[in-house]
């Protein structure tokens, strides 16, 4: 299967620069994979479409500020360092700008409070750092660092949290898990009183979900590995739901990659760990019965994994109606639920 085959066309004007308010009215396409059959509607009528016993499973990552700008002291050049995953308690794998400027035992210095040393190089292109630094690091970055949007959101966002889920907590994550910003606490509310199970995973979303393929034989591609942690409660409340013949539904790409991860055997483990899994046609869904989601870049592997889910066919059916009816897309754009 090759890249090629999941490319499509997008109008620019079609990418979402700005969120819906309030969260919960953007719109919902909503896709039965069974057999393509497609319904518009509005997120807020997501209830309509779920049952009771259904398990919903978000992702409970919360957006650190990861882009810092610093310079090297000898030379004053400016730098940006991008933090993606932490190895260890000062250690850190990013991404340099430019890179070339970040050879192994480069000074990067951000303030008279924070600086990081240069270690070691990846094998994706980027760089192990240390930091030094005098106080709490997380309040450090909270006060050097910039919340990074998605290059192709050129517009400023006013309220830096809303690029946050309302149930965010867990720090760590370079971009937003999207498919969570349409949820409102209210919304959440309804949900659960309908008899709905509401539970969490963290997956800290680093460069594995955006990186694009480079490959044109998309099973030649490897993934970067992301941190994921799965509780003994969701494992609990996810193996239950499964034994009583009710749905699991993923909220968003990341849980479902946590979720296949932990679930590999076909039972949910409560476990935390690396994870490259990589989704695409073909793959047989464990613990994955239904999934909320955006709408994805072409050609990447976000678009490929829920073909695997419902069919490249009825994804690319349902993307083209997408197109036709003006749906906004990508991270603040409108939401489907494959079902």
């Not at 919960?24 to 509607?41: A, F, M, P, T, Y």
Request: charge should be neutral; include cysteine.
């Amino acid at each position: 299967m090759l890249v090629s085959d999941f490319d499509y066309y997008l109008p620019e004007e079609l990418i979402a620069q700005q969120p819906v308010e309030p969260r919960d009215h953007s719109r919902l396409l909503v896709l039965d994979r069974q057999n393509g059959h497609i319904e518009h509607s509005k997120f807020y009528n997501l209830p309509q479409y779920l049952q009771p016993g259904d398990t919903l499973v978000f992702n409970d990552t919360r957006v650190i500020p990861a882009r810092l700008l610093g310079f090297k002291p000898e030379t004053g050049g400016k730098v940006e360092v991008f933090l993606l995953n932490r190895t260890m308690k000062d250690e850190w794998e990013v991404l340099v700008k430019p890179g070339k400027k970040a050879r192994p035992g480069t000074i990067i210095e951000f303030s008279d409070a924070l600086r990081c040393e240069v270690l070691r190089d990846t094998d994706f292109g980027g760089r192990v750092v240390r930091f030094s630094y005098q106080g709490v690091f997380e309040e450090i970055l909270d006060i050097l660092g910039e919340t990074p949007l998605p290059p192709y959101i050129k517009a400023k966002l006013a309220d830096k949290e809303r690029y946050q889920t309302v149930y965010a907590r867990e720090r760590g994550s370079a971009a937003a898990p999207t498919a969570g910003l349409h949820f409102t606490r209210e919304l959440m509310n309804t949900i659960k009183q309908m008899g709905i199970n509401l539970t969490f995973v963290t997956l800290h979303v680093g460069l594995g979900t955006f990186r694009p393929v480079s490959v044109e034989n998309i099973s030649e591609h490897v993934m970067h590995r992301e941190h994921y942690s799965v509780p003994e409660e969701t494992a609990a409340i996810v193996n239950q739901t499964l034994a009583a013949g009710n749905r699991v539904i993923a909220v968003g790409t990341t849980a479902v990659r946590t979720l296949e991860t932990a679930g590999a055997s076909g039972r949910l483990e409560a476990k935390s760990g690396w994870t490259e899994i990589f989704i695409y046609p073909g793959y047989d869904f464990k613990i994955v019965k239904a999934l909320i989601t955006n709408f994805h870049l072409p050609k990447s592997t976000l678009l490929m994994l829920v073909s695997a889910l419902a069919s490249r066919k009825h994804i690319f059916n349902a993307y083209q109606e997408a197109v036709n009816k003006r749906y906004r897309f990508f991270s603040f754009g409108d939401a489907m639920f494959i079902r």
